[in-house]
């Protein structure tokens, strides 16, 4: 069995052996009789470029035609290709050829004895371009393979789209901002229309407010704004003023009615003009009668003499119409006034036109005033006398009979008293304001302690009205006794009562804060800057640390200090600790008295009327603060 395993192994290797022979010479066969490659003949690029020829010898720059090699770069306007080859020429009519464009081809084409080929409308890209042959039945041959690649055209180019990509960003960016601008426009457009509307209905509302202004008084006319109806009021103290020209019904037959009227316009705005200047309040004109009153809506101590001003201010213009009308050889008018002081009730009378007037027993008495006086003269009660004589020269006229009222005290104002005239002409001088303003002073004092009242924090247990109003007093004591003049008195009071408004603010450097509410509030009682000036430093020098240096300083100084001599210094000491330890400024209680002991120690007071006014010694005081020390 042996044997014949191994003697039927020979016939198997010989047979291996001839089919491997007989493979290799069919393989040696066919490769002879394998198609020959085509041969190309030309190549052209577009329409008539020539890439290679062999008849013309234009060969290809490569010269790697035919092989695998990098792709022949073309511009992007050889997009068409023409292939043309050849063979063997005896093989020719043999010979078939078939093409593959890979890139634009999906296969190979079918056998065809054509040897030509075109490509046209290329798109840019990679291609590979393969053709081949065969002869009858023969094997195919290789391929010649010609690899191209067509640029884009440069709008399709990498740096095209890039330009692209950042055109239409910008352009974005434009239409965006062109479409804020015309945002903007629109809207400044709408915003300007809406400012002119705005604007226009501001205007309107001015003038609204401007001839409610003049109907009525700016407080009653906020009232009526906010609350739609002005509550009655009681004065107490309004000066009324009527006036009346004399013979006007007459002068009103004769007179073209036109000319009447602009005459009385002219009169009438001028008493406007001097009715505003001292304050006082227009409340209407009857036919050729012109009414108004000092007092209200503000209440004041000083109504009777401005009113008494505006009736000399008034009567002087009359008397110079009438200088030139006689130098014209015209006839002239003239007027009679009355004055009264009293009490009124004022308000708001109508709804839709409304009316501001007063009424009372002080109203009637002023129009009998002015009804039972002369023409050219000025007639006051004996009531109004009381207020004004220290101001002005009057010319008691005795009991007169006035209808529904008896007897009454009539007096003619002649004029300004002649140490408060300027040259005796009739206008009130320096003295004269400064005495206006010391009386205006009590409805300064009246107001700063309201506020106070009102507006200081409830645990100034020492630096409130009380203490306000002890400074005050002494200050004018003070003053008085040391002899200063009227103006000066007027500023130190000022300051003493102003001294301490500044803990409405602060309670740190509150002197700082006072002299701001100083000028604030001074000015709307007719304060000048130069005496504000001088009251604001008043109030400077009452700081711990200052040390007076006029006579004024001295005087509101020490009547700032004026309780370390009175008999209830420890008890206002006391609250003086207590406020200061609410706020945390004490450190230590037994520190704080031994500090005091020191200060009281220290201190004198500058003014000979200050020491004379000590009702105890400084020893005495010294003893109570040691005594609150060990207690």
Known sequence: MNFIKKTNKIPNFFFLVFLLTVIISFSAHAQGNRAPLPEIQKIILGMDSVYYSYKNRVTDPSGQLGKLSDPVILAPKFHSLFFEFAIDPGLEKEAQYQYFLSGYDKGWSVWSPYNIKEYTNLKEGRYTFRARTRILNNPVSDEFIFQFKILPPIHRTVYAFTIYIIFSIILLWMIIQLRSYKFAKERFRLERIINERTEELVKEKDKSENLLANVLPKDTAEELKTKGK??????????????????????????????????????????????????IEKIKTIGDA????????????TNPVEVVLAALEMQQYMKDLQLQAKSKNQEFWDIRIGIHTGPVIAGVVGSKKLSYDIWGDTVNTASRMES??????????????????DFFICEYRGKMPVKYKGEIDMYFVTGIRPELSVDLKGLPNQRFKIHLQILRLNDFEETIMNRLAHELDDNLYFHNVKHTMNVATQAELIGRAEGISDEDMLLVRTAALLHDTGYIKTYDNHEEASCDIAREMLQKFKYSDQQIDKICELILTTKSTSKPGNLLEKILNDANRAFFGRVDFIPVLKSLYNELQERNKIVSEQEWYKNQIKTISEHEFFTKTARLLRDVEKEVQLTGIKELIHA
């Open 230 to 279: 002005v509550a009655k009021k009681k004065y107490n103290m309004t000066t009324v003023l009527f006036s009346d020209i004399q013979g006007f019904t007459k002068i009103a037959e004769q007179m073209n009615p036109e000319t009447l009227i602009d005459e009385l316009d002219k009169f009438f705005f001028y008493f406007d003009s001097v009715a505003e200047k001292y304050n």
């Open 290 to 301: 012109y009414m108004c009153a000092g007092g209200i809506p503000d209440k004041n101590r």
């Open 372 to 389: 039972s006086g002369e023409a050219g003269k000025i007639n006051i009660s004996g009531s109004t006398y009381e207020l004004v004589r």
